[in-house]
Nanobody, 123 residues
């Protein structure tokens, strides 16, 4: 069993910064692509940023130039550095990862989600 545990959310003022972390725990697993999604109150969940196992990144237009996704493969962790935060960035942010889990036999690839962490941008 693989779990994704998120941290780093909180309350910040407009123009401030936060760094979100998402660490995968377990054994006998490997991670392919990782991504951050967000869901604002009353809105649909949207993809914010994605990073491949090789480090290639993509961003939704609204965060390009302000957010940076990165990963530390040795720590099985993905990060989202958020700068110049705006009130419209307020949402619950979810970590997503495509994982091969071999802990109970031949590995299978599946999609996993973190528990979500609240980011609130307000003065």
């Amino acid at each position: 069993q693989v779990q994704l545990v998120e941290s780093g959310g909180g309350l910040v003022q407009p123009g401030g910064s936060l760094r979100l972390s998402c660490a995968a725990s377990g054994s006998m697993f490997s991670i392919y692509g990782m991504a951050w999604y967000r869901q604002a109150h009353g809105k649909q969940r949207e993809l914010v940023a994605h990073i491949t196992s090789g480090g290639s990144t993509k961003y939704t237009v609204s965060v390009k130039g302000r957010f940076t996704i990165s990963r530390d493969n040795a720590k099985n962790t993905v990060y989202l550095q958020m700068n110049s935060l705006k009130p419209e960035d307020t949402a619950v942010y979810y970590c997503n990862a495509v994982v091969r889990d071999s802990s109970s036999g031949p590995g299978t690839v599946d999609d996993y989600w973190g528990q979500g962490t609240q980011v609130t941008v307000s003065s």
